[in-house]
């Protein structure tokens, strides 16, 4: 495939791709057999002149490399062309498919978000039938599950915004770009797109899925599993792990499929807010080590205003805006995080007698909010070097903000009244846009002084990039525990843990953030079982 790259398009005109290909590559119509989108991104840095970067990808009639040469042009290339799905990228990698190395195998995988499905998903590919044990509900019914809690309903903690099929991740707007880049990651954002996440993931620089779509993808790749012989265990739960001689043996179950399930291998995939299977694999033996995390807020602006300082413009033909900042107060991080664009703040416990907050957006980002975390690094220094020090630190703050909102509706105050440390008794331009509802109060008494410190001298620094930021008006709610696990569980080069077959994968064993770096980690994961 030709690529041709930094084809710029100013914002509000049509692209006529073939055309500009042709002018590239100074060929005939007849030459070309295909032009796809390999990339788009919006160039801002012009306000209100926005412009469109496209990168082409162009299948010609003959040899690749003539064409290019013939051209004369620095922006055109030859490269490979990208993958449609995780099965092409494993036999690109050299993965031995076609002999099913695991044929047969039952190997289970304890958490169906990211990275347990697509732990899974490789498992399958490689010829096992693996055995994939979620602790909540299937995706449909989870979806019902937790728009009845934001309606009102019980918290049930077995099911929520935290746990079931699809992980934390179906309720986070279902962002997929990632740092860690690379094939692997192309390919899992592939394969969400081939199962019907849009096929825009596969070129946007900053590719999501939305929460109404999520659930559909989801489901999808769950039966993909099912067809080459995978099984689901829903409203399952591990509730203890069976050693012999330092080698799994078998996971003790409780819940629909409760009982014994003998195996030698067991990918771990339990997302980061699984506090109980922590505190049972630490008092089993296995190696944990606390790890940093941040904690903080929500922030809350109008989206009209956010886009218009973005875009210099309120153009409705652009993409909700998008802005993500950074900023050093004493020697910690402060940092946006998970910002949802036309989004909404979701009521996120997991815990009874715990408030926590998350943010999430459709796929149209279309609400009359933008959100995004506003939250400040935290380390040893301030909870504790023992293994589950992170965890009861997290949820001291979850058990302050419960108790400061009286529910699991979030504590939620003015940014002016934050900063003059008062509660809050009206609203100004921001309207608080969560499901559960909100309640006023103090949240400088749900987090400790440092941290209050550094949000308040953070949205000094990020007003300077979108004045508004720091607005009066502006909505806090809280708190924003959950940005990553608080706990490393320890694995080596071959995947596994201090307990042989017992093998972590993705954010909950810390080592991964989101969903793509997640879904890759399953991918490494299962692959181990080959060494």
């Given at each position: 495939m030709i690529r041709i790259d930094g084809i710029?398009?100013?914002?509000?005109l049509n692209a006529d791709f073939v055309g500009i290909a042709l002018r590239a590559l100074r060929i005939r119509r007849a030459d070309i057999k295909?032009?796809?989108v390999l990339k788009h991104s919006l160039d801002c840095r012009k306000k209100p002149d926005i412009c469109h970067v496209y990168s082409l990808g162009v299948e010609v009639q003959g040899e690749e490399n003539r064409v290019v040469r013939a051209c004369h042009?620095?922006?055109?290339?030859?490269?490979?062309?990208p993958v449609n799905n995780l099965r092409e990228e494993l036999l690109r990698r050299g993965v031995p498919l076609a002999e099913k190395p695991l044929f047969g195998q039952e190997i289970a995988v304890v958490g169906s978000g990211p990275a347990g499905l697509f732990a899974a998903l490789t498992l399958a590919y490689l010829g096992a039938k693996p055995i994939v044990i979620e602790r909540g509900l299937s995706v449909a019914e989870r979806a019902f599950k937790v728009n009845a809690f934001f309606a009102g309903d019980e918290l049930d903690e077995e099911c929520n915004v935290q746990f079931g099929e699809g992980?934390?991740?179906?309720?986070?707007?279902g962002k997929l770009n990632s740092g860690i880049g690379g094939s692997l990651a192309a390919a899992v954002i592939a394969e969400f797109a081939e199962n019907g996440g849009g096929e825009e993931l596969r070129y946007e620089s900053k590719?999501?899925?939305g929460t109404d779509v999520l659930p559909a993808v989801v489901s999808s790749i769950r039966l993909k599993i099912i067809a080459m012989g995978g099984e689901f265990y829903f409203n399952t739960k591990v509730t203890d792990i069976i050693i012999k001689n330092g080698k799994l043996t078998a996971l003790k179950l409780e819940g629909n499929r409760s009982g014994i399930l003998k195996v030698n291998r067991a990918i771990f995939a339990v997302g980061h807010s699984a506090r109980d299977v922590y505190e049972m694999l630490y008092a089993r033996g296995v190696q944990l080590s606390s790890k940093p995390f941040a904690i903080g807020v929500r922030i809350e602006h109008r989206?009209?205003?956010i886009d218009f300082a973005q875009y210099g413009t309120g153009d409705l033909k652009l993409p909700a805006a998008d802005y993500k900042f950074t900023a050093q107060v004493d020697g910690r991080g402060c940092y946006t995080f998970c910002m949802c664009p036309g989004g909404e703040v979701v009521a996120a416990a997991s815990?009874?007698?715990?408030c926590v907050v998350n943010g999430m957006s459709n796929s149209r980002r279309d609400g009359q909010n933008s959100n995004s975390a506003l939250i400040v690094t935290v380390n040893e220094g301030d909870f504790g070097s023992g293994a589950l020090d992170g965890v009861a630190f997290q949820r001291k703050w979850e058990k302050l903000a419960y108790r400061a909102s009286g529910g699991y509706a979030p504590p939620t105050q003015l940014l002016g009244d934050f900063k003059a440390g008062r509660a809050s008794f009206a609203l100004r331009e921001v309207t608080p846009s969560c499901a559960r509802g909100y309640s006023f109060a103090d949240l400088n008494s749900c987090l400790p002084p440092y941290i209050c410190k550094s949000i308040i001298a953070a949205t000094d620094i990020f007003a300077q990039k979108i004045p508004v930021f720091n607005s009066f008006g502006s909505i806090l709610c809280g708190v924003e525990t959950r940005t990553s696990s608080p706990v490393r569980i320890i694995r080596d080069e071959s995947c596994n843990s201090s307990i042989s077959g017992l093998m972590p994968c993705g954010e909950g064993a810390g080592y991964s953030g989101g969903i793509t770096s997640s879904a890759a980690d399953g991918v490494r994961v299962a692959m181990g079982i080959l060494k």
């Open positions: 710029n398009i100013k914002a509000g295909r032009v796809i042009n620095s922006k055109v290339r030859v490269a490979e062309a992980g934390a991740g179906t309720f986070s707007d590719p999501h899925i989206r009209q205003d815990e009874k007698g715990g």
